[in-house]
C-alpha cells in the first residue's frame, strides 16, 4: 500500500466535509408550498338540472324576483280554505257568469300546485263552444292537494283516495254542486279517477293528461297487438321511456325516504329549486316560455317560492310514501267498470312522461274523446295553455249533468 502523504489527506477530507454539508441542506422529504383549489377539479357534468341554468334562475330569483308582485297576481283570484276530515283545505273558486255552466275541479301533481292552472282559470269561466256548436263554461274549482302549499299536511295514513273524498265533499256539501266534471294530471290524477270510477253518480265527466296506471313498455304494447303509426307517437312514447329509464330517480327516493330529501332541502331554497325546478325544465317542452306555453323562469320561482315559505316541500313529497302504488301496472279486467261511467277524454302532450294510447285508455274508462299535442309537456296548464283549455270544453259536448 502507498501511504499517503499529509496533503493527501488534508484534501480528501475538505472533499467529504463538502459533500457533508451539501447532503446537510437537501432534506430526505422536500416541502412545497400549496394552495387550496379545487374548483378546476369540479366535473361540469350535465345529469339533471345544467349549472348555468341554475345560476341564473338564483340571479334572478335573487335580483328580478318579486314575490309582493306574485302575492297581488295571485290574489286577483277567489282563495277560500275549509275544515275537512281534519285537512284544513285550500281552494280557488272561480264561478262563471253562465248559469249553466259545468262545474269542474281540476287537480294538480307534484311539483306543481293550484298555480299550474292560474293560466287556464279564466278562459274556461267564459262561455265559448265545443267543436260541434255547443254552448260551454265552467264553474272552476282548483284544490290544493293535502300537504301543498297552504292545504294541511295530512296524517301518516292518508292516501289519494282520502283526498278524493274530500273532494267529492266540498263539491257536493260545501260547494253545493249536484254533479261535476273533474281534470287530473300527474299525482292528482289518482283522485279524479277515485271520484270518476267510484262517485259516478255526481261526477259525470273526466278528462286526463295523466292517468294513475303505469304506461306500456314497447313488449307490452306489441304483445297487446297496439301499433303506434304515428311519428307524434312514437316520439311520445321514446319520451316516456326516457322517463322509465333515467328520469325517475327522485321518485324512489321520495317513495322510500322522503325524511332524507326533505330534510336535507327544507330550510335550503337553492336546494329546492334545483330539485323541483330541474322537473319543470325536463317535463317540459323544450320550447318553454314560447306561445303558447307560458312556463318561463319566473313561473318556476314562483311556484318553488310557493313551497319554501309555505314549508310543504317535505309535506308534499310524503305523498309519494304514502302513495306507493298509486301508479298500478294492473289495467282493470274487462267487465270489472262500473256501467254508468261517464265519458272521459284525454288529452296526449308530446314532451309528458306518460304516453297511453287510446287503446289502454279503454280499459280504465268510457273514452270517447283522444287527442295528441305536438306541443307541450307535463304541465299542460303552463306549457300549452289553450290546448288545454280547448280539451276540457269539449266536456260540453258529451256532458249529461243529471245525476244517476
Not at 199 to 206: F, L, N, P, Y
Not at 254 to 276: R, V
Not at 375 to 387: L, R
Request: with cysteine; proline share 8%.
Amino acid at each position: 500500500m502507498v501511504p499517503c502523504s499529509y496533503a493527501s489527506l488534508l484534501q480528501l477530507w475538505t472533499v467529504l466535509a463538502s459533500a457533508t454539508a451539501a447532503n446537510a441542506q437537501q432534506p430526505l422529504h422536500a416541502v412545497k408550498p400549496f394552495r387550496v383549489d379545487l374548483s378546476a377539479g369540479v366535473p361540469h357534468i350535465t345529469a339533471g338540472i345544467d349549472l348555468g341554468v341554475l345560476k341564473s334562475l338564483k340571479k334572478e330569483w335573487l335580483d328580478d324576483f318579486d314575490w309582493q308582485h306574485e302575492e297581488k297576481e295571485l290574489n286577483r283570484f277567489h282563495h277560500f280554505t275549509t275544515s275537512i276530515d281534519g285537512i284544513t283545505l285550500h281552494f280557488i273558486h272561480e264561478r262563471s257568469s253562465d248559469p249553466h255552466a259545468i262545474p269542474i275541479l281540476l287537480n294538480h301533481g307534484w311539483p306543481g300546485s293550484f298555480t299550474e292552472f292560474i293560466p287556464v282559470i279564466n278562459s274556461l269561466t267564459h262561455i265559448s263552444k265545443t267543436l260541434n256548436g255547443k254552448p260551454v263554461s265552467f264553474h272552476v274549482v282548483v284544490p290544493s292537494l293535502p300537504g301543498f302549499t297552504f292545504s294541511s299536511p295530512p296524517p301518516a295514513n292518508w292516501t289519494l283516495e282520502d283526498t278524493a273524498c274530500i273532494q267529492h265533499t266540498l263539491m257536493t256539501k260545501i260547494l253545493g254542486y249536484e254533479t261535476f266534471a273533474t281534470h287530473g294530471t300527474d299525482y292528482g290524477s289518482g283522485p279524479s279517477y277515485t271520484l270518476y270510477r267510484n262517485h259516478s253518480d255526481t261526477v259525470r265527466a273526466a278528462h286526463f293528461s295523466f292517468v294513475p296506471f303505469l304506461p306500456y313498455l314497447p313488449e307490452q304494447l306489441a304483445a297487446a297487438n297496439i301499433t303506434l303509426n304515428t311519428t307524434l307517437e312514437k316520439d311520445e312514447q321514446a319520451n316516456a321511456l326516457v322517463w322509465r329509464t333515467t328520469g325517475n330517480a327522485y321518485f324512489s327516493v321520495q317513495a322510500t325516504k322522503p325524511n332524507t330529501i326533505g330534510l336535507a332541502l327544507y330550510d335550503n331554497p337553492l336546494g329546492q329549486l334545483a330539485w323541483m325546478g330541474e322537473k319543470f325544465i325536463s317535463w317540459s317542452d323544450p320550447r318553454q316560455g314560447t306561445p303558447p306555453s307560458v312556463l318561463t323562469h319566473n313561473d318556476i320561482l314562483r311556484s318553488v317560492s310557493l313551497f319554501y315559505l309555505t314549508k310543504s316541500f317535505v309535506s308534499s313529497v310524503y305523498t309519494y310514501y304514502q302513495n306507493p302504488t298509486t301508479f298500478s301496472p294492473t289495467y282493470p279486467e274487462p267487465g270489472t267498470l262500473p256501467t254508468d261511467l261517464g265519458p272521459m277524454l284525454f288529452s296526449a302532450f308530446k314532451y309528458n312522461v306518460g304516453y297511453w294510447p287510446p287503446q289502454l285508455l279503454k280499459k280504465i274508462g268510457n273514452l270517447v274523446y283522444y287527442k295528441n299535442h305536438d306541443f307541450g309537456g307535463h304541465f299542460a296548464g303552463v306549457d300549452n295553455p289553450p290546448a288545454l283549455v280547448g280539451d276540457l270544453r269539449e266536456i260540453g259536448t258529451y256532458w249529461n249533468g243529471t245525476a244517476l
